[in-house]
């Protein structure tokens, strides 16, 4: 059971009316999930009306199944077991979430930033796991849905989580980091993401760093030195922010943690030597871009605030990998290399993927995408993808959709070396390239979530 998450409890976290339960002080919730597929018994079943599916139709059916309570905003006709009524499930979720966080005797890292979160939050996962047992955001569960369910999912033996916090407009982090309440704030860059809200980069610098005002007492920032955005940054709550990055030399202020003798050993990833006080450590980092070395070198920051060894953050870093959708290298049984990296896409992590790509051996064709909430300079952006294609030796571009028309006229104006191939629709440009595509060939797959072009990471596979 959850520590102090008796209903009583609970029903008072979110100001919602109990119903039929007689032992709310000793009735305990082991959990709690908004999908009816994942609750087990001693659970709270968040009901939340979708596009599609009434999480309130599920009710009856869980709590007879032996769910511990549900959470609702429409009473359950009949004496079908205890449930909670609130005017919102989801604000009640946050209100619950963040009660739980503060009953918890755990280190939190909070980890934004607008390109990167992911993999710097799967680096240090991989990294303080070596000594503490570790819980972190999964998939995509970085929102304000996805963080409170992750909260509730760190048990008493859990002593570090690691948890992502992804935003697109002012005072969501405010709402996220109230609830995660970290002791560590990471931020990985300030870039042109979510800029149809932020406005321009100091407004993506305000909002990110909302996370601020809610450190513990304890809390630390640690903050990219080499973004010219955060190093304005003096201080957080009367302490000086932890600044790392890779080249001490090219820093906009001096670097607590920092990389030397940098390799890039293409699709295998980068060597590096990783240092922050006495400490100086080789690694493999099996994950490739060189935005992989910062992601080591913040990891490596935080690890030492927490007490690892100079081993220890070595193996950490060693053992890091990628998810779907994130930089995910798949060699496929027809011989094709794919990036998968079309979860999402801004132009910062656009430029980076390319910038992989480029390091590959064979053929290497790009296959792009619209990218959303760019705001008035969408146009603009999309064109500098195009041009950032000049100096790398990509032998072909695909692209669809109506933004990425520029990405192409960027190319055609810069990258003569390379062949394109423009589309309007995915399935369109899916057809052209099976027909393209060999054994042997890289393949970039990468574009904002709403072009839906996993699909086309699926047929690759299987070609």
């Known amino acids: 059971m959850l520590k102090n998450m008796n209903l009583t409890n609970v029903a008072a976290a979110c100001h919602g009316e109990l119903h039929n339960c007689e032992n709310p002080d000793t009735t305990y919730i082991n959990g709690a999930v908004i999908d009816s597929r994942q609750v087990e018994s001693g659970f709270l079943f968040v009901a939340v009306k979708g596009e599609r599916v009434d999480g309130h139709d599920f009710v009856p059916d869980l709590l007879a199944k032996g769910a511990a309570c549900a959470l609702v905003e429409v009473a359950p006709e009949g004496n079908v077991g205890p449930y909670i009524l609130v005017p ?14 503060q009953q918890l005797d755990i280190t939190v890292v909070g980890i934004t930033g607008s390109v990167g979160k992911t993999s710097t939050k799967e680096m240090m996962a991989s990294v303080l796991s070596q000594k503490y047992n570790v ?13 409170p369910l992750t909260i509730m999912r760190i048990r008493d033996d859990h002593e570090v989580a690691v948890l992502e916090m992804g935003i697109s407009d002012f005072d969501e982090m405010h709402r996220l980091a109230a609830i995660g309440n970290p002791d560590f704030a990471v931020i990985t860059n300030i870039g042109t993401c979510h800029l149809e809200n932020l406005g321009d980069r100091d407004g993506v610098l305000r909002a990110k760093t909302e996370m601020f005002d809610h450190l513990t007492n304890r809390g630390l920032a640690i903050l990219n030195g080499e973004d010219d955005k955060l190093a304005t940054v003096t201080s957080v709550n009367g302490k000086a922010p932890i600044f790392f990055g890779i080249d001490q030399n090219a820093a906009n202020v001096p670097l607590v943690g920092y990389a030397t003798d940098v390799q890039n050993l293409g699709l295998d990833g980068m060597r590096s030597t990783l240092h922050h ?3 100086t450590i080789d ?10 070395v910062a992601n080591a070198v913040a990891a490596m920051c935080v690890a030492k605030e927490l007490g690892l060894s100079d081993d220890e953050i070595r193996s950490g870093v060693n053992a890091a990998g990628t998810i779907t959708g994130r930089s995910n290298l798949i060699h496929a049984e027809n011989g094709i290399t794919i990036i998968d990296d079309c979860y999402n896409a801004n132009p910062m992590s656009m430029k980076e993927a390319l910038n992989i790509l480029n390091t590959a051996s064979g053929r290497k064709i790009a296959v792009l995408g619209d990218m959303g909430e760019l705001g008035v300079n969408e146009k603009a ?15 072909e571009l695909y692209t669809a959709g109506e933004l990425s028309r520029e990405i192409v006229a960027g190319a055609r104006a810069m990258a003569p070396q390379t062949a394109i191939h423009a589309f309007d629709t995915r399935d369109e440009l899916l057809e052209a390239l099976l027909g393209d595509v060999k054994a042997g060939d890289t393949v970039l797959v990468k574009a904002s979530h709403f072009m839906m072009f996993p699909k086309i990471v699926k047929e690759l596979e299987g070609k």
């Not at 919102?88 to 966080?101: C, N, P």
């Open 381 to 395: 952006l999309h064109r500098e993808v195009g041009e950032h294609m000049a100096d790398l030796a990509i032998d």
């Open 135 to 147: 819980l972190k955001t999964e998939g995509n569960f970085n929102n304000e849905i996805g963080l």
């Open 277 to 279: 006080g006495d400490s």
């Open 283 to 292: 690694v493999h980092i099996h994950v490739p871009g060189i935005h992989n």
């Open 88 to 101: 919102s499930t989801l604000v009640a979720l946050k209100e619950i979430a963040a009660f739980y966080r």
